[in-house]
């Protein structure tokens, strides 16, 4: 089994030549994931010198190890529950965005024709019991609100067509949603960032800024470069050294194994429509086809250590035989696992806190939040009027008592994972 990204065995371009560090730049962009790449993307086309600066390869963090499935991202607290807390008019705003940045991210892609296995399959969601049936059917009539949106409820009588699955009392197909290689996708940016005349500097972490009369050094164990102004895009991988925004995110982390080919017959009974999967458990789980059509890529929360695979792919196996008891005996051919960046509202944040830009807090739904907030983040930088998002106004809070440690979060993981067992 290896213990690395399926995607990195299908990349379709070499990487890019990564720069040296310059001296001066107008921005400096922490973190080469897709929302530093797009932002730095965006500001370079928009005239500024900017560096990227990664602790690892571009995409080493979340961009290039997820499952790749993109859409809506639709709040986790649905209408009802937006409404209470910031009224109708808010709400009904917060969740328009998640069309806008899809349709935002679709355009996107065609217009700098990115190719990048895109699959516009749409996603079902199994309901694991008759009330999340109905909880999920009312959700869904509520989201109907939102002009644009399109989603149809599947009673259990026709679930097979959606997956090959009787775990399910049924479920939600959401029609703007889709699958996508992601390290294709980082590999483009890198390669436009660089034409754009962007710098993309590797394996070199920042360890800290100081704040100067013009601007910033930003310090990495190689020395330091100077910045007008500085951009935080470390998602789930910010250090503790970054105090200020580790205490507004809770890193949690996330594993996919990916099965070996299987029989054509068993795949498009697994998964006849190629969509996204996912259902109503409290941890976590997402499950999709490869993009060939001839594995299946599954995913879920994890606890433990990051790099104890026998473990993480036995956890995997057990959760996915319960779907699917086919599996059972089919061996994985990779397996890896990464850290999602989750925050106290379930939102993600961009703005400038302390005068240091950011876009962060995906809540694991960031391929295209992140591309979609990384460039209206530059937009904002630039002074382009268009660049406000429903997301800006949102207080990114750090609670008194989280001071960045996500203590106890395996010991909520594992009574989340009991309370999942006994639906
Ligand atoms: C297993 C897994 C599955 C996922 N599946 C999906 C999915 O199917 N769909 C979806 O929408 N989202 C998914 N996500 C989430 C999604 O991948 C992320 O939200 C998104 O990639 C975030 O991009 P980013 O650029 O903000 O962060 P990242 O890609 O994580 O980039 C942050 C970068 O910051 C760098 N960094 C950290 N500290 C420093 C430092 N001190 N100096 C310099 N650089 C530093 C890191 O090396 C890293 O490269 C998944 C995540 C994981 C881990």
Same mark, same amino acid.
């Given at each position: 089994?290896?213990? /690395?990204?399926? #995607? ?31 932002? %730095? ?8 010198? $900017?560096?990227?600066?990664? %602790? ?36 009904? +705003? ?32 199994? %309901? ?6 109905? *909880? ?16 149809? *409820? ?11 699955? +009787?775990? /399910?009392?049924?479920?939600?197909? /959401? ?17 436009? *960032? ?11 972490? $920042? ?23 500085? $951009? ?32 054509? +017959? ?17 941890? $976590? ?24 695979? +026998? ?24 397996? #890896? ?24 807090? /995906?809540?694991?739904?960031?391929? *295209? ?41 395996? #010991?909520?993981?594992? #009574? ?8």
């Amino acid at each position: 089994m290896k213990t /690395y990204a399926y #995607w990195n065995d299908h990349r379709s371009m070499p990487p890019p030549a990564y720069a040296e560090k310059p001296a001066f730049v107008d921005v400096a962009i922490i973190g080469a994931g897709f929302t530093g790449l797009s932002t %730095a993307l965006a500001l370079a086309r928009g005239g500024r010198s $900017v560096a990227v600066i990664d %602790a690892g390869e571009p995409g080493s963090g979340c961009s290039s190890r997820n499952g790749g499935m993109i859409g809506p991202s639709m709040h986790k607290l649905g209408l009802r529950g937006l409404t209470a807390k910031y009224g109708d008019k808010r709400a009904k +705003d917060i969740l328009a965005e998640g069309l806008r940045a899809i349709d935002f991210f679709r355009s996107f892609l065609a217009t700098e024709t990115i190719e990048c296995d895109l699959q516009m399959s749409g996603r079902f969601r199994g %309901a694991m019991s008759d009330k999340d049936f109905r *909880v999920l059917t009312a959700e869904v009539e509520d989201l109907k609100k939102i002009p644009g949106f399109k989603a149809d *409820v599947v009673p259990y009588s026709e679930q097979h067509q959606e997956v090959g699955s +009787d775990l /399910y009392r049924g479920g939600v197909v /959401y029609h703007q949603d889709g699958g996508l290689n992601p390290a294709k996708l980082v590999d483009a940016l890198c390669r436009k *960032v660089a034409d754009s005349g962007g710098l993309i500097i590797s394996n070199t972490p $920042v360890q800290g800024w100081n704040r100067e009369k013009d601007g910033y050094e930003v310090r990495t164990a190689s020395g330091s470069l100077r910045a007008k102004e500085i $951009v935080v895009a470390t998602n789930g991988y910010t250090p503790y050294a970054f105090r200020k925004f580790r205490r507004r995110i809770i890193p949690i982390r996330s594993a996919i194994a990916v099965t070996e080919e299987l029989d054509t +017959d068993l795949i498009e009974r697994l998964s006849p429509r190629r969509r996204m999967h996912g259902d109503t458990r409290r941890l $976590v789980v997402y499950y999709r086809r490869t993009p060939d059509g001839k594995r299946l890529l599954l995913g879920s929360r994890t606890q433990g250590p990051l790099d104890q695979y +026998d473990q993480i792919a036995a956890a995997i196996r057990k959760t996915y035989t319960r779907i699917y008891p086919e599996l059972e005996p089919v061996p994985f051919s990779h397996c #890896w696992a990464g850290t999602v960046a989750y925050t106290f509202d379930h939102a993600p944040h961009t703005g400038t806190l302390d005068g240091i830009h950011y876009a962060m807090g /995906y809540c694991g739904s960031g391929v *295209v939040r992140s591309v979609y907030l990384g460039t209206r983040l530059a937009g904002k930088m630039l002074g382009r009027a268009d660049s406000q998002t429903a997301f800006d106004e949102l207080p990114f809070t750090a609670p008194f008592y989280y001071w960045g440690y996500p203590l106890g979060l395996n #010991w909520l993981m594992k #009574w989340h994972a009991l309370r999942d067992r006994m639906i």
